[in-house]
């Protein structure tokens, strides 16, 4: 049973534009959560977070934005770089219980320069 | 640099052998998390310590264990190696091991079963 599902498993954007990197999740006892980025022989940076009490949070070019009803977040990344091409993990946790995290599939975004 | 350390970064080994992976975490970090990743699949949580104990486990195969010793360094030893296992291994660390902190991961070990 797979909780937290990112769909595309690859995007690539123009250098310049906007990247919306998507992630959906089925558990509604997760309350926090995050992305991270992940370039080839690195393991994952974390990029940014969002408790479920917001429904959006922002960090320089990264917004995250979290539907509760829908189950649904997503990574914003305005404008894209050449060095964002990297594979995104979303993941979530609920702040009852273990805290473990869940993590999704990842999609590999590329930005063409 | 996230801050934590794993070590070995490769590793090669055959079926049935037996491996120790090794992870120091963030200075200040009381928890550490183990995280296989297999082939184009996402973080599969291992297990989780805080402070020298067993927190919460996650998908751990009964042969493999790990501990978490007094200086928080942890060690995540594999046995009876199959094929399968070939994956990265990743450790993580946080300071409180609540689920409202970010973790932050070391590389990895790259794990080769022959």
Redesign the interface.
């Given at each position: 049973d797979q909780q937290?599902k990112q769909n595309s498993p690859s995007l690539s954007v123009q250098e310049g534009r906007i990247s919306i990197l998507n992630c959906d999740y089925t558990n509604s006892m997760f309350?926090?959560f995050?992305w991270?980025k992940k370039y080839p022989?690195?393991?994952?940076?974390?990029l940014i977070?969002i408790?479920s009490i917001k429904d959006k949070n922002e960090d320089g070019r990264f917004t995250v934005f979290l539907n509760k009803s829908a189950k649904h977040l997503s990574l914003h990344i305005v404008p894209s770089q050449p060095g964002d091409s990297a594979v995104y993990?979303c993941?979530a946790?609920?702040?009852s219980?273990?805290?473990?995290?869940?993590?999704?599939?990842?999609t590999r975004l590329k930005v063409l320069a | 640099d996230s801050g934590v350390t794993q070590t070995p970064k490769h590793l090669i080994t055959a079926t049935g052998q037996r491996v120790t992976l090794r992870c120091s975490p963030r200075s200040g970090d009381l928890s550490v998390y183990w995280y296989q990743q297999s082939l184009d699949q996402g973080l599969q949580f291992l297990i989780q310590y805080y402070n020298g104990e067993e927190r919460a486990k996650g998908n751990i195969l009964e042969r493999f264990s790990a501990q978490q010793f007094p200086d928080l360094h942890s060690e995540l030893n594999l046995s009876s190696l199959e094929l399968g296992d070939s994956a990265l291994y990743f450790c993580a660390s946080s300071p409180l091991g609540q689920g409202n902190q970010p973790q932050h991961f070391g590389d990895g070990t790259r794990l080769s079963i022959l």
């Open positions: 937290v309350d926090y995050l991270y022989a690195e393991g994952p940076t974390f977070s408790s993990f993941a946790s609920a702040s219980g273990t805290y473990k995290y869940i993590f999704g599939t990842g | -």
